[in-house]
T-cell receptor, first 115, second 112 residues
Framework: NAGVTQTPKFRVLKTGQSMTLLCAQD?????MYWYRQDPGMGLRLIHY???????AKGEVPDGYNVSRLKKQNFLLGLESAAPSQTSVYFC??????????????FGDGTRLSIL | GENVEQHPSTLSVQEGDSAVIKCTYS??????FPWYKQELGKRPQLIID?????GEKKDQRIAVTLNKTAKHFSLHITETQPEDSAVYFC???????????FGQGTTLQVKP
């Protein structure tokens, strides 16, 4: 039982390049989330998904796209990377509200630098 | 919009002393409040949570209190140890999709 796995762990991009971050969970969670973490700003929600085939915008969605084609996977895409997107990205997952209030479980993060 | 304010941003205590971190939230419908601990370079990990139907919850040296009227909740760590040094985040659930709004974090330093 690996929990929440993020790939890659580190990446350096040039401005304008594109990339996809992958999040996989093996806990059969319905809900999945992508956050970015910047110094002094806590964790800010980028996009989230309440089930396979669904996505929704969070607090800071601009410049990112997501897809949830399979229940266990949640992909975060940067179409044209900008230096302002340099950050640590965390994926999290949780059971749905049908199971009551449940904590989110986080992956180890992806450190992304945009030059 | 929804907001969670967390104070203080940094906290330094001597080993064995207590530490208190406070958060306020804006959404009166919030009913779930987790606390996460994040060590340097690691993932946030849940240390305790509280639901709105209780006012206090304890787990060994840590406790959380909730005042729904004031929209305020706090983390209390007693008998602090150097391994408690980390960044602590409070959060409040908003809506019915499990979304959490996080506070800005408190860096706790426990001096031996």
């Amino acid at each position: 039982n690996a929990g929440v796995t993020q790939t890659p762990k580190f990446r350096v991009l040039k401005t304008g390049q594109s990339m996809t971050l992958l999040c996989a969970q093996d806990m059969n969670h319905e809900y999945m989330y992508w956050y970015r973490q910047d110094p002094g700003m806590g964790l800010r929600l980028i996009h989230y998904s309440v089930g396979e085939g669904t996505t929704a915008k969070g607090e800071v969605p601009d410049g990112y796209n997501v897809s949830r084609l399979k229940k266990q996977n949640f992909l975060l895409g940067l179409e044209s990377a900008a230096p302002s997107q340099t950050s640590v990205y965390f994926c999290a997952s949780s059971y749905s509200r049908l199971q009551g209030n449940q904590p989110q479980h986080f992956g180890d993060g992806t450190r992304l630098s945009i030059l | 919009g929804e907001n969670v304010e967390q104070h203080p941003s940094t906290l330094s205590v001597q080993e064995g002393d207590s530490a208190v971190i406070k958060c306020t939230y804006s959404d009166s419908a919030s009913n779930y409040f987790p606390w996460y601990k994040q060590e340097l370079g690691k993932r946030p990990q849940l240390i305790i949570d509280i639901r709105s139907n209780v006012g206090e919850k304890k787990d060994q040296r840590i406790a959380v209190t909730l005042n729904k009227t004031a929209k305020h909740f706090s983390l209390h760590i007693t008998e602090t140890q150097p391994e408690d040094s980390a960044v602590y985040f409070c959060a409040a659930k908003v809506g019915n999709t499990g979304k959490l709004i996080f506070g800005q974090g408190t860096t706790l330093q426990v001096k031996p």
